[in-house]
Structures are given as structure tokens and as C-alpha cells.
């Protein structure tokens, strides 16, 4: 069966540090991978997207970029983080561009 | 475009009562359906969908029918539980050629009271 990690699960970070947030599936080969932001209180936001190794689809301009150096791997990065980065962050995969997707347990990230 | 309108919450409710969650949406062509369950301070779990018009999905005892005739797709669950309290998402995949971006909804928090 198929699983979705991520971590860190929780991060504190100070306005201006670096951010690495990552997302690995197994039991599944050239995933669609995602990462959406939930704000406190709110929905969803698709931040970016992924069809194959370094193919990155960008949905909303921001502070934020991520990567896919591997086919199962997925990375959210940001050089100097803001205030407003503070949310929890999701990565998801599915099978295909219309499949289900299915979601991993989240990163809640705090910017001080 | 495409949106997914869901009733502002929360949902407060008792233990064995009955529940509606209300979800429509707008779409072109013939999107799929969604209801994603969020705990907290977790993930979103999948909890039903339906791909076709008439279609109901179920799960854990929860039901929600696909209609086109009123672009709705709520939530029922005949008795609830006090572990049902969470987060509940509608969503749509629009089913278009290259569009792989869901649609979500805001989001309506259940809360169940013993």
C-alpha cells in the first residue's frame, strides 16, 4: 500500500531563516505530487505541483519554491521566510492528474 | 470558473443527531466529487467521493450523492459521534485534460457533544 511522510511535523522558525520542508511516498512509482498551505482557519491553497522529476508547477507567486529531485520526493524551500509562511503545510500525491488525491499528515510551521 | 461553496460552520450538534453538511458547486463538464475529513492537527483523509452524476459514495457511515440537477454533493450521516468532531472539506476535480488542480471548499467544523 501506499503511505505519504513528511517532515518535520512541527518547526518554529525565525523571520528571515531558511526553510527545507520535505515529502516522500512510498509503494508507488511517478506519483503527481503536491503541496498545498492551509492558513489558520481557513482552506485550502495550491502552492505547487509536480507531474514527473523536475518538472515544477507554480500556482501562486510568493516567497516560497520547491523541487523534486527524486521521483518520489518532494521539497519546499524558501531562502528567507516571512511572517505570513506560518500555516501548515500539506504534500499530497495521486496517481494521475485526475485521480484521487490523497494527503500527508502535514508540517505545521510557525514563523517568530 | 470552477468553486466549491460550503455552509459556514461550526456545526454543533449531539451526540446521535443527525447531520447535513451542505456543499455546491460550479464546474464545466463533469467534475469529480470529494469529502475529505480533518482531524486535529492532521492531514486530510479522504472519506468519500463519487465521479458520476447519481453516484452515492459512502463511508464510515457518512453518504453523499452526486447531483448534477443541483450541482450539490452533501454530507449526511445519520447519527453522529462525538469522534466525528473535525474539519470536513468538499472538493472537485475538474476532469479536464491537464488540470490537476482541486477545488476546495472552506472547510465546516463539526462539533459533537456527548
Known amino acids: 500500500s501506499q503511505t505519504i511522510h513528511q517532515w518535520p511535523a512541527t518547526l518554529v522558525q525565525p523571520v528571515g531563516s531558511p526553510l527545507s520542508l520535505e515529502c516522500t511516498v512510498e509503494g508507488t512509482s511517478n506519483p503527481n505530487l503536491y503541496w498545498y498551505r492551509q492558513a489558520a482557519g481557513r482552506g485550502l491553497q495550491l502552492l505547487f505541483y509536480?507531474?514527473?522529476?523536475?518538472?515544477i508547477s507554480s500556482e501562486v507567486p510568493q516567497n516560497l519554491s520547491a523541487s523534486r529531485p527524486q521521483d518520489r520526493q518532494f521539497i519546499l524551500s524558501s531562502k528567507k521566510l516571512l511572517l505570513s509562511d506560518s500555516g501548515f503545510y500539506l504534500c499530497?500525491?495521486?496517481?494521475?492528474?485526475?485521480?484521487?488525491?490523497?494527503f500527508g499528515p502535514g508540517t505545521r510551521l510557525t514563523v517568530l | 470558473g470552477n468553486s466549491v461553496t460550503q455552509m459556514e460552520g461550526p456545526v454543533t450538534l449531539s451526540e446521535e443527531a443527525f447531520l447535513t453538511i451542505n456543499c455546491t458547486y460550479t464546474a464545466t463538464g463533469y467534475p469529480s466529487l470529494f469529502w475529505y475529513v480533518q482531524y486535529p492537527g492532521e492531514g486530510l483523509q479522504l472519506l468519500l467521493k463519487a465521479t458520476k452524476a447519481d453516484d452515492k459514495g459512502s463511508n464510515k457511515g457518512f453518504e453523499a450523492t452526486y447531483r448534477k440537477e443541483t450541482t450539490s454533493f452533501h454530507l449526511e450521516k445519520g447519527s453522529v459521534q462525538v469522534s466525528d468532531s473535525a474539519v470536513y472539506f468538499c472538493a472537485l476535480s475538474p476532469q479536464v485534460s491537464g488540470t490537476y488542480k482541486y477545488i476546495f471548499g472552506t472547510g465546516t467544523r463539526l462539533k459533537v457533544l456527548a
Open positions: 499530497a500525491w495521486s496517481g494521475g492528474a485526475a485521480d484521487t488525491q490523497y
Open positions: 509536480s507531474v514527473g522529476i523536475g518538472q
